[in-house]
């Protein structure tokens, strides 16, 4: 069962604008991964956060955790068409036996 | 470093054959998982091997199997394909237990079951 659920399913921008994903859980959490997929390859790790933090940059990328209302953000500021991938939060989660559970995605589509 | 790689990346196989995949972890890592995408389901967690050892397991059928070896290479295996299988699978390898670190991803096997 997916324990994260992100939102939209789907966000079509122009390039130079930000992008702004959401990430909602059910269980409480020892962290929280976003992960980024181009068109059916392999995913690639951005950001983790734990439990104990509240926000984490890298880059271009901000991320940021809310555990009183089980949510987190990631947002990508100037982006380019180079984004465009689909985005996927994973939590551990306390009933998840210790593996990553992952959403179903968010397809960012960025347009030149 | 080298990354994580998967063999083969194609593979097409009909209804009741079997099929192996395979999985080369970053030099170091000791924990590989595998990962089940689609369409419908998303991405699914298989099971999770440390240290030659299956830690975790997801929630599929026993026609599902795997193993690692001395060196962290794993291998899957899946007996008496059904339609349904036809996927793309992934494995991740980290340092320590999967959910504690970052994982990194394989380019995966996709699999087609005609």
């Known amino acids: 069962s997916q324990q994260g659920e992100e939102d939209p399913q789907a966000l079509s921008i122009q390039e130079g604008e930000n992008a702004t994903m959401n990430c909602s859980y059910k269980?409480?959490?020892?962290?929280l991964q976003w992960y980024r997929q181009n068109s059916g390859r392999g995913l690639v790790h951005l950001i983790l956060?734990?439990?104990?933090?509240r926000e984490k940059h890298s880059g271009r990328l901000r991320v940021t955790l809310d555990t009183s209302k089980k949510s987190s953000s990631l947002l990508i500021t100037a982006s380019r068409a180079a984004d465009t991938a689909s985005y996927f939060c994973a939590t551990d989660g306390t009933g998840s036996q210790g593996n990553l559970i992952f959403g179903k995605g968010t397809k960012l589509s960025v347009k030149p | 470093k080298a990354g994580v790689t998967q063999t083969p990346r194609y593979l097409i196989k009909t209804r009741g054959q079997q099929v192996t995949l395979s999985c080369s972890p970053i030099s170091g890592h000791r924990s590989v998982s595998w990962y089940q995408q689609t369409p419908g389901q998303g991405l699914q967690f298989l099971f999770e091997y440390f240290s030659e050892t299956q830690r975790n397991k997801g929630n599929f059928p026993g026609r599902f199997s795997g193993r690692q070896f001395s060196n962290s290479r794993s291998e899957m295996n899946v007996s008496t394909l059904e339609l349904g299988d036809s996927a793309l699978y992934l494995c991740?390898?980290?340092?320590?237990?999967?959910?504690?670190?970052?994982?990194?991803f394989g380019p995966g096997t996709r699999l087609t079951v005609l």
């Open positions: 956060i734990r439990s104990n933090e």
């Open positions: 991740a390898s980290s340092l320590g237990r999967a959910f504690t670190d970052t994982q990194y």
């Open positions: 269980t409480s959490i020892n962290n």
